[in-house]
């Protein structure tokens, strides 16, 4: 599948961004659509999922602030963040997962947040 997020950018502490990643490609939706992200010289981690039915999971670091969703009509998975730390800089990455199908990434955007 085709993958494009937006909606990132440079937001100051306790700022909100919301992000947005349009899915394309495939006429079998994926099992999975999920929220990674980078920080300069760290591993890629999951932020959050959410799956078919709707299951949702957030990383510990990011609970209570950070809200993901997702609209079937438009092919799109958001992720709302609010109450924006220092530490949530990163390249933000799209995910689309199906089993023994695909597991494809978007080109990821910037999130920047000034202390």
């Known amino acids: 599948v085709h993958l494009v997020e937006s909606g990132g950018g440079l937001v100051q502490t306790g700022g909100s961004l919301t992000l947005s990643c349009v899915v394309s490609?495939?006429?079998?939706?994926?099992?999975?659509l999920g929220w990674f992200r980078q920080a300069p010289g760290k591993q890629r981690e999951r932020v959050a999922i959410?799956?078919?039915?709707?299951?949702?999971n957030y990383a510990d670091a990011v609970k209570g602030r950070f809200t993901i969703s997702r609209d079937n009509a438009k092919n799109t998975v958001y992720l709302r963040m609010d109450s924006l730390k220092p530490e949530d800089t990163a390249v933000y990455y799209c995910?689309?997962?199906?089993?023994?199908?695909?597991?494809?990434w978007g080109q990821g955007t910037q999130v920047t947040v000034s202390s």
């Open positions: 995910n689309a997962y199906r089993p023994m199908d695909y597991d494809d």
């Open positions: 490609g495939n006429i079998l939706g994926p099992d999975v």
């Open positions: 959410i799956t078919r039915g709707d299951g949702i």
